[in-house]
Structures are given as C-alpha cells and as structure tokens.
C-alpha cells in the first residue's frame, strides 16, 4: 500500500533495529558469532526467545548452503526467516477483502485502543462502498458513546448508541436488528475496556456473543482482541482470559507507532496462534494498516 507510510511510522522500530544489526556486523568478522550476536539482537528486541532461536537456527541453516555471505546477503536470509514466521499464522487472515456480510466484535482491556480502531476499519469499509452500522455497546464508561459517535460523524456511517448504563447487549440487540432489517454489509461492534479480573464485565462479553449468534446467525462473525504494542509482551495472559469468555479470530495491534518495541509482533504471532489482522500507527484516520508480514519485515529492518 502506502509503503513509504509504514516506513515513516514504524520508524521507532527500524531505527532500533537497523543500529543494533549494523554494530553486529562491524563489531564481528567471524560468520557464527555475527549470527549468535543477530540472535541476542532480536531477543533484546522483543522478538522473544525461542522465535529468536527458531529464526536463527534457520539462518544458519540457510546460510550453509550459499556462498554469499556478505553484509547484504545475510541481512536478506534474516528478512526472509522473519517473513516466514509472520506468514505461518497470517495465513487465510484476510477476511478484509471478501465481501461477505460481517459483524465484527471488539474486545480488549482499558486504552487499548479500541474505539479508535473501529473508526480506522470503518473508514476502510467505507472506502471499498460497504455499508457500515456501529454499535456503540461500551455503555460503561463515561464518554464512551459520544467518542464513537464522533467516529461515526467523521467516517460517515450509522450508529446505534446506548444510553450510560444501559446493558450493553440490548444495544447489540438493536444494532442486530437495524443491520438485517436495513441491509447493512459490516456492523462493528464496541465495547467496554475490561480487566479478566472483573468477572462482571467478563460474563457480560458472553451475553454479547450469545445475542449476535442468536440474532445474526448465518453471518459472519469475527471477534478481534486489540493488544497495545507498548505494553510489550503481556498480551499472551489478555488473550487467554478473554478465550475463557469468548472465542477469539484474530488481533488488532495498536500504537506501533509510539515503541521501538515493534519485534513484539514476532512473539506475538508465533506464541499466540493467533493472526495479526491489523496494525495501528498512529492516532489518524488513517493510520491503520492490513497486516502485511513482507511490508512489515521490509518497514523495520
Ligand atoms: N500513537 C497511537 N495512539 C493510538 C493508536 N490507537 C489508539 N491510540 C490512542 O490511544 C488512546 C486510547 O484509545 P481508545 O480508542 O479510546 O482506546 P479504547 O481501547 O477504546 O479505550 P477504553 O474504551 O477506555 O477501554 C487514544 O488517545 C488514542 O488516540 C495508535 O495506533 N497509535
Ligand atoms: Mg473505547
């Protein structure tokens, strides 16, 4: 897409990377310590320890059978072991482009990110002329609502708003049954930031996903976690406790623009079994980009 744009926001990342792989290389002559230092390299960068491993032992591999072994060469190997563990769960992730009918759940803890994000995908939807219905189903916190009606004035579509404190799988109710009755393509469903630990909210997310199999069955549901890439590698214990309440399709992550930390992605991809659908970067409309694991590894490295 916007290759330039991904570059210039992920550029926290690359620059982290790219100076530490560089000193790698002036720092080490010798071809098995340059790929035991890349190794340390991506562990301190987040990547995590057994992708690090996994990633390297196949460049040492790799590498074995090729004659080149410049600078160059080996950064090229890297990249492409990269890529690899990206594409082994982005695999059958782009439900994007199809064009069936969908309903799209929002989960999350406090500040993720999540009402901005389903104004970002909105406004994709909207771009490729789908009809778009939100629902506004954080009903929790205060300002809530009137922060996605904003979303919904700015990116053109409807909304279906709670009242604060009305339970929020009557607005989903609603929202079900404006979405069949008034042929809309995506309805985006927002809700509440919640903690595993408050059991309330938790069983609440349940009703949810009860209401939207029962009122839209036969649609396509998917259910999207978003993860704060700055809060680094605690997404694995969010996951797991919202699997308890809910089934999970894939993950939203945010604010990769605001962290050197981007090699997160890696760790998250291959210890969550879960794809990465979308990545924000940044605080704009527009700032929100498809998953792509080769524009992603040619951004940061
Ligand atoms: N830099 C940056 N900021 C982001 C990104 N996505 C969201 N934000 C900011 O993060 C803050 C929280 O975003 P919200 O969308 O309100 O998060 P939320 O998950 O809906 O929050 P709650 O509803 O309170 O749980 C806002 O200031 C957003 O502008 C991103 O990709 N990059
Ligand atoms: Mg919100």
């Known amino acids: 897409m916007f290759f330039s744009k991904i570059k210039e926001n992920l550029k926290k990342t690359k620059e982290n990377l790219d100076i530490k792989i560089s000193n790698v290389f002036a720092n080490n002559k010798d071809i098995d310590k340059v790929?035991?230092?890349l190794e340390e390299t991506l562990i301190l960068s987040d990547v995590g320890i057994n992708t690090s491993v996994k990633i390297c032992d196949n460049l040492r591999q790799e590498l074995k059978k090729q004659v080149?072994?410049?600078?160059?060469?080996?950064?090229?190997?890297l990249k492409k072991e990269m890529e690899k563990?990206?594409?082994?769960?982005?695999?059958?992730s782009n439900s994007?482009?199809?064009?069936?009918?969908?309903?799209?759940?929002?989960?999350?803890?406090?500040?993720?990110?999540?009402?901005?994000?389903?104004?970002?995908i909105a406004n994709l939807y909207k771009?490729?002329?789908?009809?778009?219905?939100?629902?506004?189903a954080d009903t929790f916190r205060a300002g809530a609502v009137e922060?996605?009606?904003?979303?919904?004035?700015?990116?053109?579509?409807?909304?279906?708003?709670?009242?604060?404190?009305?339970?929020?799988?009557?607005?989903?109710?609603?929202?079900?049954?404006?979405?069949?009755?008034?042929?809309?393509?995506?309805?985006?469903c927002d809700t509440a930031g919640r903690l595993h630990n408050k059991t309330n909210l938790m069983n609440e997310l349940e009703k949810i996903n009860r209401i939207i199999d029962k009122n839209l069955e036969g649609i396509k549901k998917e259910v999207l976690i978003v993860l704060d890439s700055t809060t680094g590698q605690n997404g694995a214990i969010q996951v797991k406790s919202f699997y308890e309440k809910t089934s999970l399709n894939g993950i939203i992550l945010t604010k990769l623009d605001?962290?050197?930390?981007?090699?997160?992605?890696?760790?998250?991809?291959?210890?969550?079994?879960?794809?990465?659908?979308?990545?924000?970067?940044?605080e704009q409309?527009?700032?929100?980009?498809?998953?792509?694991?080769?524009?992603?590894?040619?951004?940061?490295?």
């Not at 563990?85 to 059958?92: G, K, P, V, Y």
């Not at 210890?271 to 659908?277: Q, T, V």
């Open 35 to 37: 790929i035991d230092e």
């Open 258 to 282: 605001s962290t050197a930390k981007g090699g997160v992605v890696f760790s998250i991809v291959s210890e969550l079994n879960l794809p990465i659908k979308y990545i924000g970067v940044g």
């Open 68 to 77: 080149d072994k410049s600078e160059s060469a080996i950064k090229e190997l």
């Open 127 to 136: 771009k490729q002329g789908k009809k778009v219905l939100l629902a506004a």
């Open 96 to 120: 994007y482009s199809s064009d069936e009918k969908q309903v799209i759940l929002i989960v999350g803890v406090n500040g993720v990110g999540k009402t901005t994000s389903i104004g970002k």
């Open 147 to 188: 922060q996605l009606e904003i979303w919904a004035k700015r990116t053109n579509c409807d909304i279906c708003s709670g009242k604060e404190g009305q339970d929020p799988a009557s607005v989903v109710f609603d929202a079900a049954t404006k979405f069949k009755n008034e042929d809309y393509d995506i309805l985006i």
């Open 85 to 92: 563990i990206l594409l082994s769960s982005s695999e059958d």
């Open 285 to 301: 409309i527009d700032d929100i980009e498809i998953f792509n694991p080769k524009e992603f590894v040619e951004a940061i490295i």
